[in-house]
């Protein structure tokens, strides 16, 4: 009999219900695409079984690499790496990578034709029997009705072919059928003659040619794994008998409704099936990783009630029994999610298969959370459940997972088979235990609402949303065995509290997971891939918790990174073409909730035409200066390519003696060079290097490069100061002055002085800041409370800045010269106190005001210290009065003071101490009262007089104009004393009247130095006993000057042969001398006017012939 079929798109039936978002796209494919299309729905069995999908060459494009690029109706570009696909005779493409292959074949791609692969087919022959060479100008049609056409762009042809009924090949009719297949090869000579095909007659649903399902000994191995349907598990053929993977073990996995197909040549191996972070119960939604599967020989379903009956080596019916399935299961074939079975029963069996994989799932987690292998930790639980199960059967009685004490034993059992885990420690035992009873009352609150499910339509959402409980329940275990074992009491797990189960039960997975790009350049800016999505409950955020699930036996995983606050999946190194085109990695998220789901992608790196090489920019010769690294030079260059360049040194005579900065590029030495002494292979100073610049693809380019080293300033300058004061007028202005005033810089060649800066006193600076610049600003240092002054100088720093960066620092001191009248010290009876500095300071009272002047004898203390500038003081009386003190303190320079009327008079004390400087006092006054009291003679006085001189010349003046018969007094009563110190030094008395000295109980001092006195006390000069006139002991010329001397005078370090004595009084010659030894003293005495008068040189030999009377004058 002949049947006219033809094959039909499994995208022109009706939609299935299995959602497409819930589907982990296989590799090379995008999320979008699956979210697209239609899927056969799990269990139904008019769905076409995985056809195989054929590609026009019109509908793809092969880049360089061997990247294929292909389009879905939708305009969305997928993709296939090389080794995905191959190409037969005429360019006709066929997908052979079998997780491609499970979703390609489910979406509406453009130009795709639809094919599947059964064990064996007859060659296709015409209406005369002969066979059909399939070429691209004999494309296949049976001629019955018009041509159908799948896509626009291909027009079929007629024939006819026969083929061998698989479902009665003993009766070897054959059954004819019309392929449309716009087929570019021959298909037969490629895939070995063995073709398989859904056909669907015309106007009806798809028919199928069953796929027949073996085990047992060498050959095929067909079915399904079911927890629901598992979506990319892993099925293998343990050849060896280990248990365990090996690499030529042949392995396939499984498409959205579970099912495989694989064959081996092996006696007897055993098929097992592991699932991992990719493996997606296509029921819930959820994944299902860390568990192992098995089954009988002879069973078409892998499921956990196989896996047991490996396992306990129970029988289907002893399983049935301990477990209470329902008497028409046969857990061997039986398909909870196939077309057309008892509802109850379905529900039933699913409930079984999963309690049992919650009772695994979690005592395998609580184990493999403390880092024993996962195949370790489920092989402990598979013994534990075993154990019971066995236990269960031998007494007859049946297992309730959700019984306390029934699971109780499987604890007890499951601890026993961790202690006997190989290498297995005590500390993993022990963070075992802490948490394993939390893990049997999780495990019985979740298979307690298993229980609870009565709606029996496994499609059911709530029913689907408590299955995915179980891995919710696997994540909690495992996590809350890390916290343990990390941190000893932290380990908790959620679902020990129902309602927290009874909450979970409510919320579904996420559905879909969507990256919004999936490919990148090579030389891309960034290393950002795209950003995940995740839809969940419609709704599309990043409120998932993402990780990148490895792959056995890849490592694309350990490529990426996920930034959990945006969902960027970015590269952690700069990605290459040439070395990796393709990434296949499995993306995991996690709601809230803990559901998750877990999606494929690959992502593809596109290659960087580069057909140009590098250009530099950067110049090629440079000066550098010694003594540092740096030489100027950073290379740079253009890429025509757009690709980015790097650098590296590739040669040149001195290419050891620099290196690349490996951030910047700049070229620097490795140590700095000398300018004095070159270390270049030339000798002169000048070092060449050559550069290489290289793009990714290779290409590049050489620029040679010459560093000459310059000479540079090593010396620093030198400051010299002129002078170190910079004095402020009053009032603290600073007018215009030059800095060469003050100081002065020079540098040694070839150093210049490139600037120079003033900081630190007020707003004084230097403008311009060069040598040549002048200092202006303001400075205010003097302050007072009405009755102290102090000036307070400040530090101008200066700092020279050299062509070589050296600098020279010194320093000035800024001073505010100090200036006061009558107005500021304006009464005689007050205390003061005023403080100069080094500038040039002024107190001047002038004729009119006084200072510590009191006649009630109230005591005042008057302080002035000018420091060492040139200074002037100048005041009416000072010191009048008793207890009245006058001080006035000097410095170096010059100290200038001028009295106009009495000092230290009626007990008051007076102290000029005049300092270093060249120093002058003048009493100028009508009468003079220097250290006299009045009423002289009836008491005694402590008027004191002090003037003390320094190192240079000091001259004291005392002189009145007035001739009025009016008598002045130096020392009447009190004590004068004139230290003049080691200058040139005078004391000149010119009156008009009649002076007396040391008169009553007074005295005067006068004491010389090293350098030559002149004492000039005038004719009118009256010397009384206790005046004291001392040359000091010195070579220099010293003279005294005086008119009337009484017995009691001394002179003390007299030099006959350097210094010289007149005395006399005009008009009244002295008439006679004598000169008389006194122990070592020379006693002189010589008449005037007929009174013997006279003096004592002590310590020195004198004659009378040291002595001359000269006119009105006695000579010494």
Not at 575 to 603: R, V
């Amino acid at each position: 009999m002949r049947t006219s079929m033809s094959l039909r798109s499994p995208f022109l039936g009706a939609r299935r219900r299995l959602l497409a978002d819930r589907l982990a796209v296989a590799l090379g494919l995008s999320a979008g695409a699956v979210g697209a299309s239609s899927l056969a729905q799990a269990g139904d069995v008019n769905a076409p079984q995985t056809p195989h999908t054929l590609l026009l060459p019109k509908h793809y494009k092969i880049f360089e690499g061997g990247r294929a690029v292909f389009a879905l109706e939708s305009g969305e570009q997928l993709s296939l790496t090389s080794d995905q696909y191959v190409l037969l005779d005429g360019d006709l493409l066929l997908v052979v990578d079998e997780r491609a292959q499970n979703t390609v074949a489910q979406l509406p791609v453009r130009g795709s034709l639809r094919t599947q692969l059964l064990s064996e087919v007859e060659p296709v022959r015409n209406q005369e029997g002969n066979i059909v060479e399939v070429s691209s100008t004999q494309p296949l049609w049976s001629g019955e009705g018009p041509a159908p056409r799948l896509f626009e762009e291909i027009d079929l042809q007629t024939y006819d072919f026969s083929q061998a009924d698989l479902a009665d090949a003993t009766e070897g009719e054959p059954v004819g059928s019309s392929l449309s297949l716009a087929a570019s090869s021959s298909l037969a000579s490629f895939i070995l003659g063995v073709f398989g095909l859904t056909f669907a007659q015309a106007n009806d649903d798809p028919q199928e040619v069953p796929l027949p399902v073996s085990g047992g000994g060498a050959g095929g191995f067909s079915g399904a794994v079911i927890k629901g349907p598992l979506l990319n598990a892993f099925v293998f053929l343990d050849e060896n008998g280990n248990g365990l993977f090996d690499a030529g073990e042949p392995s396939v996995t499984t498409d959205a409704t579970g099912a495989y197909s694989i064959s081996s040549s092996a006696a007897n191996p055993e098929l097992i099936v592991t699932t991992s972070d990719q493996t997606v119960d296509t029921s819930t939604g959820t994944v299902l990783s860390g568990m192992t599967f098995k089954a009988p020989a002879e069973a078409s379903v892998v499921t956990p009630l196989t896996t047991m009956m490996e396992e306990t080596g129970l029988s289907a019916a002893q399983i049935k029994s301990v477990l209470g399935l329902p008497a028409s299961v046969d857990p061997l074939t039986f398909n909870p999610y196939a077309a057309g079975v008892n509802a109850g029963d379905a529900l039933a069996t699913e409930q079984a298969s999963a309690q049992t994989m919650a009772t695994l799932a979690a005592f395998a987690a609580a184990a493999a959370g403390t880092g024993i292998a996962q195949h370790d930790a489920f092989a402990a639980a598979l013994s534990a459940l075993s154990t019971v199960m066995q236990a269960k059967d031998a007494g007859g009685t049946s297992l309730d997972l959700s019984d306390a004490m029934d699971l109780g034993d499987i604890q007890t059992a499951f601890t026993a088979a961790v202690s006997t885990v190989p290498g297995v420690t005590g500390a993993q035992t022990t963070d075992i235990a802490a948490i394993i009873s939390d893990v049997t009352s999780a495990i019985q609150n979740v298979n307690t609402k298993i229980a609870s499910i009565i709606t029996v339509d496994l499609s059911n959402p709530a029913n689907a949303n408590i299955f995915g409980l179980l891995q919710v329940l696997q994540d909690q275990v495992e996590q809350a065995a890390e916290d343990e074992t990390a941190t000893p009491g932290s380990g908790t797990i959620g679902f020990t509290d129902p309602t927290a189960v009874n909450n979970a039960a409510t919320n579904s997975p996420p559905t879909d997971i969507d990256l919004s790009a999936s490919s990148i350049s090579e030389d891309a800016s960034s290393l950002v891939v795209g950003v995940l999505t995740t839809t969940d409950d419609t709704t599309t955020d990043f409120n998932f918790t993402y990780e990148i699930a490895e792959i056995e036996g890849s490592t694309d995983h350990s490529a990426f990174s996920i930034n959990q606050a945006n969902g960027e999946l970015s590269f952690v190194a700069q990605p290459d073409f040439d070395t990796q085109s393709s990434y296949t990695i499995i993306i995991k998220a996690t709601d809230g909730g803990g559901k998750a789901f877990s999606q494929t992608f690959t992502i593809t790196v596109t290659e960087v035409v580069n057909d140009y090489d590098p250009v530099f920019t950067s110049g090629t010769t440079f000066n550098a200066a010694e003594n540092q690294l740096q030489t100027g030079y950073t290379p740079s260059a253009t890429d025509a390519d757009g690709q980015t360049v790097s650098f590296s040194i590739h040669g040149g005579a001195d290419a050891a003696l620099f290196e690349l900065d490996g951030v910047t590029d700049a070229l620097t030495f490795k140590a700095a060079p000398d300018f004095e002494t070159p270390t270049d292979s030339g000798g002169n100073g000048t070092y060449d290097v050559q550069i290489l610049a290289s793009d990714r693809a290779g290409r590049s380019a050489t620029q040679s490069v010459s560093i000459a080293v310059t000479d540079v300033d090593e010396s620093a300058p030198n400051a010299t100061v002129n002078n170190p004061l910079v004095q402020v007028a009053p009032g603290g202005t600073l007018a215009p002055i030059a800095l060469t005033s003050f100081a002065s810089f020079s540098d040694a060649a070839p150093g210049t002085i490139a600037s120079v800066t003033a900081s630190g006193a007020g707003t004084i600076a230097l403008t311009p800041t060069t040598v040549a610049g002048s200092l202006s600003g303001t400075y205010v240092g003097v302050t007072t409370d009405g009755s102290t002054w102090t000036s307070t100088p400040a530090t101008l720093t200066l700092v020279a800045t050299d062509s070589g960066g050296l600098t020279a620092t010194t320093s000035l001191t800024v001073a505010e010269q100090l200036s006061l009248d009558e107005t500021d010290l304006s009464s005689a009876e007050a205390s003061y106190t005023v403080t100069g500095s080094d500038a040039d300071d002024t107190v001047n009272l002038g004729t009119n005001g006084s200072l510590a002047v009191e006649p009630a004898a109230t005591a005042h203390t008057v302080t002035i210290n000018l420091g060492d500038g040139n200074n002037h003081f100048e005041a009416s009386h000072v010191a009048y009065g008793g207890g009245e003190v006058f001080t006035y303190t000097g410095g170096s320079g010059t100290d200038t003071a001028i009295v106009n009327g009495q000092i230290a008079a009626n007990d008051g004390i007076a102290t000029f101490t005049m300092g270093d400087g060249a120093n002058s006092l003048e009493l100028l006054v009508d009468q003079i009262r220097l250290a006299k009291t009045q009423g002289a003679g009836s008491f005694d006085t402590t008027s004191v007089f002090s003037y003390t001189g320094g190192a240079d010349n000091d001259t004291v003046t005392i002189r009145n104009d007035w001739n009025g018969a009016a008598d002045n007094y130096i020392g009447s009563d009190g004590d004068v004393y004139f230290n003049m110190g080691n200058g040139n030094n005078a004391l000149v008395i010119d009156t008009q009247d009649l002076i007396y000295f040391s008169l009553y109980n007074g005295t005067v001092t006068y004491t010389g130095g090293t350098g030559s006195d002149t004492i000039d006390l005038s004719v009118n000069a009256r010397v009384n006993t206790g005046m004291v006139v001392d040359f000091g002991a010195d070579s220099a010329a010293d003279t005294l000057t005086a008119g009337r001397l009484e017995t009691g005078f001394v002179i003390r370090n007299l030099d006959p042969s350097e210094d010289s004595v007149r005395l006399g009084i005009e008009g009244f010659a002295p008439t006679s001398y004598n000169v008389t030894m006194n122990g070592a003293d020379a006693e002189v005495t010589y008449v005037l006017s007929g009174v013997t008068r006279g003096f004592t040189a002590e310590g020195v030999t004198l004659t009378n012939d040291d002595i001359q009377i000269s006119g009105d004058y006695l000579l010494l």
